[in-house]
């Protein structure tokens, strides 16, 4: 397809693209091979840096004070490192200058009293990594390449009050985006925003939740009616296993966005769940490439379906616990008693991976969590035999096959199954 002249494209950069002072310089390189392009770019913060805030967030709220001074340090000597490298001494200054401000916000987080809510404390807290990446690359883009434009992602994308995991008020963030966006696009600066972060009415920062950096690129592609949006990532696209647990895994040139859907659902982590379904709606095509191959084909993720059976694709999901229970007074499993345990499971808050039932048991899988498993028991024990087995395995095989299937479960005890037209699904132990 011919790029429309005036269309934008959305970037977004992930925490392993601006890990380093290299990284960062190959993210210029790249946004080199789109010079005459408009552009929004969505950073993450650099690396690790959003985990190493969690522990510091804890540090201060368990009062340990050594611990907070001694990795607050060390973020903050991971910063300044970074930014020596990159700049020349004048903007070195300036930089370091909006960095030191960041941190006394850091530090005095530790002293702050307040009566907000933990979750609210934890998204004030945590987005300071994403107003450090963007600040430090909008600053290395204006050096390196031309004029760009950094805007505060919380004055743009605006949410509900579900602090780590605020809802999208999708008219106000649109309208936000387009009059935040628009007029520096078309005086060609590229615009730098954070990922991840967003605001409730008052302005008071919320989060989209763990990795939602793709998500706010959906979310400014859908507003801006964006030409395309690229995930920058350090695998080649979006793969057909994970590659950390296998070795001869192969690239899924072309899916539609419902296989994308889907492979994210049953737990694909390459992409954000909720960032297909705002290009899904305006068919924006949504691009996962290598930061390291920037010329190379990804995958394209689009509305065409046809290639999405070509290869079989498996998730594992690990550490999952099985339950199995049956009613004490031996009654039949019919659509009363399930009802029953459907509203005693959203009462202890399960999150159900996989589900069957029999005549006299109904049984179902979640994710291991000690304090789910006690509540689960508590809610269904009254009333049902509650029996569960730990440390298992569930695997998805999408567009399964007789190969895929055995090799996914070879050598392992099959406790349940289950097969559609696309997908097989396997409960494994040992
Ligand atoms: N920095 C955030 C996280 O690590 C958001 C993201 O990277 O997408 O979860
Ligand atoms: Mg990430």
């Given amino acids: 397809m011919k790029p429309k002249s005036n269309s934008i494209l959305v970037f977004k950069f992930g925490g392993a693209s601006v890990k380093s002072a290299k990284a960062l310089n190959n993210?210029?390189?790249?946004?080199?091979?789109?010079?005459?392009r408009k552009i929004v770019v969505v950073v993450s913060a650099m690396g690790k840096t959003t985990n190493k805030l969690e522990s510091l967030f804890e540090a201060a709220l368990n009062e340990k004070h050594d611990l907070f001074i001694s990795q607050k340090d060390a973020l903050y000597d991971f910063h300044i490192e970074m930014i020596k490298t990159l700049f020349s001494n004048q903007a070195y200054e300036t930089i370091k200058h909006e960095i030191d401000l960041i941190f006394d916000d850091i530090s005095a987080f530790y002293q702050k009293k307040s009566d907000h809510s933990k979750s609210q404390r934890y998204d004030a807290f945590i987005s300071f990594g994403e107003h450090l990446s963007s600040l430090i690359l909008q600053f290395k883009i204006d050096q390196d390449l031309k004029e760009s434009q950094w805007s505060d992602a919380r004055k743009m994308i605006k949410t509900d009050d579900q602090f780590q995991k605020a809802n999208v008020d999708w008219?106000?963030?649109?309208?936000?985006?387009?009059?935040?966006?628009l007029e520096a696009l078309d005086a060609n600066r590229i615009i730098v925003t954070q990922g991840f972060v967003s605001s409730n009415a008052l302005g008071e920062t919320t989060t989209l939740g763990r990795e939602g950096s793709d998500y706010s690129a959906g979310i400014f592609a859908h507003a801006l009616d964006a030409e395309s949006v690229t995930i920058w990532k350090d695998v080649p696209g979006m793969l057909n296993a994970d590659p950390k647990f296998f070795e001869d895994t192969q690239k899924l040139d072309r899916i539609s966005f419902r296989e994308a859907i889907e492979l994210s659902y049953y737990g694909a982590s390459v992409i954000h769940p909720k960032t297909l379904k705002p290009l899904q709606n305006k068919k924006i095509p949504l691009y996962?490439?290598?930061?390291?191959?920037?010329?190379?084909?990804?995958?394209t993720i689009d509305v065409d379906t046809s290639n999405d059976h070509m290869i079989p694709s498996f998730i594992f999901k690990k550490n999952q616990v099985l339950f199995s229970i049956t009613p004490k007074d031996f009654s039949f499993l019919i659509?009363?008693?399930?009802?029953?345990?459907?509203?005693?499971?959203?009462?202890a808050e399960a999150e159900i991976n996989i589900m069957q039932n029999s005549a006299?048991?109904?049984s179902f899988l979640v994710d291991y969590n000690a304090n789910k498993i006690e509540s689960i028991i508590k809610q269904l024990s009254?009333?049902?035999?509650?029996?569960?087995n730990t440390d298992l395995e569930l695997v998805t095989v999408r567009h399964y096959d007789k190969k895929t299937n055995n090799f996914v479960c070879k050598g392992k005890k099959i406790l349940l199954q289950q097969r559609t037209r696309k997908t097989a699904r396997f409960v494994l132990g040992r």
């Fill in 382 to 388: 009254p009333s049902y035999e509650v029996k569960y």
């Fill in 27 to 36: 993210v210029i390189n790249i946004l080199k091979l789109y010079s005459n």
């Fill in 360 to 362: 006299l048991s109904f």
């Fill in 171 to 181: 008219q106000t963030s649109i309208e936000l985006i387009k009059t935040h966006c």
């Fill in 335 to 347: 659509e009363a008693n399930l009802g029953d345990i459907f509203l005693k499971l959203s009462e």
């Fill in 288 to 299: 996962v490439k290598s930061f390291m191959h920037p010329t190379e084909e990804g995958t």
